[in-house]
């Protein structure tokens, strides 16, 4: 009998520490997600330094050991003179953003004040490079993620949009907002088009006996529902309610992207890079990596970032949620991976 407590007092202390456990893990991660909001911090990363830096040390790891001073030496007469150069300050900048999308575009809040930030200090000859990656998502969302890229337009400032994996529908809502478009060989471009998917269950409800009452003010205040019985007038509303916003997204598209045939691409087709340069739904094909170096042997280029301060809590819950999703992505791949074998 006492073995018998003994074993079910120690389930217990157990369970209590497993829920424990996952219950502080929990809240660290929600609290690594919502917390230190107001504190963000703007984080400046000179691009140009770091290629130069790196470059150096690849050199010097190269160089045999008995002319490495004085190879030391010629950097730092080479860092003298740039620091002497006159005109150094007047050389325009590049100011690199990344932008990456989820469902509800859940970056635009920081990209926005990145935005901001950027248009007080950015002078009419800087440029400004998006690093996009986007399946699309939520229209409202993604209007309003647009719009915060148009405001770099208005502010006069030029505009680079990168895709290097994924820029479709909403995702190229944004894209199209740039005065230039450069996408990787492979990447996914397009699917300019709206799609809705609503699961009814009334028919199930029904075999119940189970009644749904619904009571509405405006006569299309509801056009399709989960419980209810939906009507072809339904349909045929919700149907033109998608019309018009493929319409409102055509006319979006086209106005910023002026040399394509939008009537023949907004179908919501994808096209890879290389067939997207055709199309006309990008202006030349690369990586955004190959880009930036390009810029960085020409000017100085700066990544601009806003991040919440790095409390251990915050990097305990980051590194909690991170593995949780590695885990789940490398489960998917596995599974992904038999498949294959199998076939």
Not at 4 to 24: L, M, P, R
Not at 157 to 184: E, R
Not at 293 to 301: D, F, H, L, P, Q
Request: aromatic share 6%; glycine share 8%.
């Amino acid at each position: 009998m006492n073995e018998w407590v003994v074993e079910i007092g120690t389930f217990i202390v157990q369970a209590c520490i497993v829920v424990a456990v996952i219950g502080i893990g929990v809240l660290l991660v929600a609290r690594a997600k919502s917390g230190g909001e107001r504190d963000l911090t703007l984080h400046v990363e000179p691009l140009h330094e770091q290629r130069r830096s790196r470059a150096r040390r690849l050199r010097l790891a190269a160089t045999p050991a008995g002319i490495r001073k004085k190879l030391l030496k010629t950097f730092r007469r080479e860092d003298k003179h740039r620091r002497n150069e006159k005109g150094e300050t007047e050389t325009p900048n590049v100011w690199v953003l990344t932008f990456k999308g989820d469902m509800k575009a859940s970056a635009t809040e920081h990209f926005a004040q990145e935005i901001s930030a950027l248009i007080e200090v950015a002078k009419p000859d800087d440029e400004v490079v998006i690093c996009l990656e986007s399946p699309g998502g939520l229209v409202h969302a993604y209007g309003l993620a647009a719009a915060q890229l148009d405001r770099l337009r208005e502010a006069g400032l030029t505009t680079t949009v990168c895709v290097d994996k994924v820029a479709a529908s909403g995702g190229y809502l944004m894209a199209c907002t740039a005065h230039h478009i450069k996408a990787a060989p492979f990447a996914v471009l397009g699917s300019i088009g709206v799609v809705a998917q609503i699961p009814n269950i009334h028919r199930l409800l029904k075999r119940h006996d189970v009644d749904v009452e619904m009571l509405t003010a405006g006569k299309y205040k509801r056009t399709l529902t989960m419980l209810g019985e939906n009507t072809d007038e339904g349909r045929e509303k919700f149907l033109e309610d998608l019309e018009n916003t493929h319409r409102l997204f055509k006319q979006y598209v086209g106005e910023r992207r002026p040399d394509m045939d939008i009537d023949a691409l907004a179908t919501g087709e994808i096209w890879y890079g290389s067939e997207a340069l055709g199309l006309k739904l990008v202006d030349s094909v690369g990586t955004s990596e190959a880009y930036l170096m390009e810029r960085i042997s020409k000017t100085r280029v700066y990544r601009v970032k806003l991040e919440p301060p790095k409390t251990v809590g915050r990097k305990f819950g980051l590194a909690i949620a991170s593995g949780v999703e590695n885990a789940v992505l490398k489960g998917l791949s596995m599974l992904e991976a038999t498949g294959w074998h199998r076939r």
